[in-house]
């Protein structure tokens, strides 16, 4: 079993930035994938960003490429999300999810725990 907690959202304006982190207990998470989704109203989750804990590989959604960052500190078991460049329709709540495999899939049935999401909210 593995228990997240996702903190970081807010509210702020277009260009402007935000950090997210999730905060990961339980089991260990060596040889798993952790990623970030997100989800806007009336909209489906959609996947945002990957890293395997085990390898350091990340993998990006093409609509966040070059503006967000994924990393991971593996003493604090934690992996976060440095948003650059925000824009309006990056409103959403974003949730981190651990998949057990090292292999990344951006598939949302593909992950097993999910955190609570943390909403984000960039206004233009």
């Known amino acids: 079993q593995v228990q997240l907690v996702d903190s970081g959202g807010g509210l702020v304006q277009a260009g402007g930035s935000l950090r997210l982190s999730c905060a990961a207990s339980?089991?260990?998470?060596?040889?798993?994938?952790m990623s970030w989704f997100r989800q806007a109203p009336g909209k489906e989750r959609e996947f945002v960003a990957a890293?395997?804990?085990?390898?350091?590989?990340?993998y990006y959604a093409d609509s966040v490429k070059g503006r967000f960052t994924i990393s991971r500190d593996n003493d604090k078991t934690t992996v976060s999300l440095q948003m650059t460049s925000l824009k309006p329709e990056d409103t959403a709540v974003y949730y981190c999810?651990?998949?057990?495999?090292?292999?990344?899939?951006?598939?949302?049935?593909?992950?097993?725990?999910w955190g609570q999401g943390t909403q984000v909210t960039v206004s233009s």
């Open positions: 999810a651990v998949e057990r495999s090292p292999v990344i899939t951006t598939s949302v049935p593909a992950y097993d725990y």
């Open positions: 339980g089991r260990t998470l060596s040889m798993y994938t």
């Open positions: 890293i395997s804990w085990s390898r350091g590989s990340t």
